[in-house]
């Protein structure tokens, strides 16, 4: 079967990093999606992995470990705006994706 | 980047009508979309995934009669909520692949539709 755990929630400062992991286990595997969410709104895509590594974009960079089935999300330098859900996802053998549950970042100032 | 619109944003119905949904791929052709629904401070439940030109695939537990899906071209996809009941109120996003891009992984999300049953 498929699984996916992150943590529900978590709080951060403005101005701080955060790192939010998520870990997986799954029979097949085409990689690891985070997107982020705003209430009320659609999810919008931040990052893709496919290959072991980190992948850095901006404030934002994403890390994989397959042989661990781990990832995480690093956010740099956060700002307000940056309190939303952020939702990892998993490619599967079908090339569907299953969704973890979300964890929901509160920046405090 | 690949653009995909929903149609309408919100939309408020009575119990026992049917409401239908459009999610149309702008800028690129989508063999696939997929339906989700998400209900307050849960996550994305997939419903089912739309393929061009044949039958959509449900996901266990939801019912094919109650939710229509119609996947006539390579840029529209339609779900139809038949008889709707207030426990069908919820946040329907679309998603579609680009059929032709190379690295054809990447989902690209309309902006959902809020569904209310009164």
């Known amino acids: 079967g498929q699984n996916i755990d992150q943590p529900t929630e978590m709080t951060a400062t403005e101005g701080a990093i955060v790192q939010i992991n998520c870990t997986y286990q799954?029979?097949?595997?085409?990689?690891l999606f985070w997107y982020q969410q705003h209430a009320g709104e659609a999810p919008t895509f931040l990052s893709y992995n496919v290959l072991d590594g980190l992948e850095e974009k901006g404030r934002f960079s994403s890390f994989l470990s397959r042989s661990k089935g781990y990832s995480y999300l690093l956010l740099k330098e956060l700002q307000m705006k940056d309190s939303a859900s952020y939702l990892c996802a998993l490619l599967d053998s079908n090339y569907q994706l299953i969704w973890g549950a979300g964890t929901k970042l509160i920046i405090k100032p | 980047g690949a653009v995909v619109s929903q149609h309408p944003s919100w939309v408020i119905c009575k119990s026992g009508t049917s409401v239908k949904i459009e999610c149309r791929s702008l800028?690129?052709?989508?063999?696939?979309m997929f339906w989700y629904r998400q209900f307050p401070k849960q996550s994305l439940m997939l419903m089912a995934t739309?393929?061009?030109?044949?039958?959509?695939?449900?996901e266990q537990g939801v019912e094919k009669d109650k939710f229509l899906i119609n996947h006539a071209s390579l840029t529209l996809s339609t779900l139809t909520v038949t008889s709707a009941h207030p426990e069908d109120s919820s946040f329907y996003i679309c998603?579609?692949?680009?059929?032709?891009?190379?690295?054809?992984?990447?989902?690209?999300f309309g902006p959902g539709t809020r569904l209310t049953v009164t």
């Open positions: 739309s393929n061009e030109g044949s039958k959509a695939t449900y």
């Open positions: 998603s579609a692949r680009d059929s032709l891009a190379g690295d054809a992984d990447e989902q690209y």
């Open positions: 800028d690129f052709q989508a063999t696939t």
């Open positions: 799954t029979s097949g595997f085409n990689g």
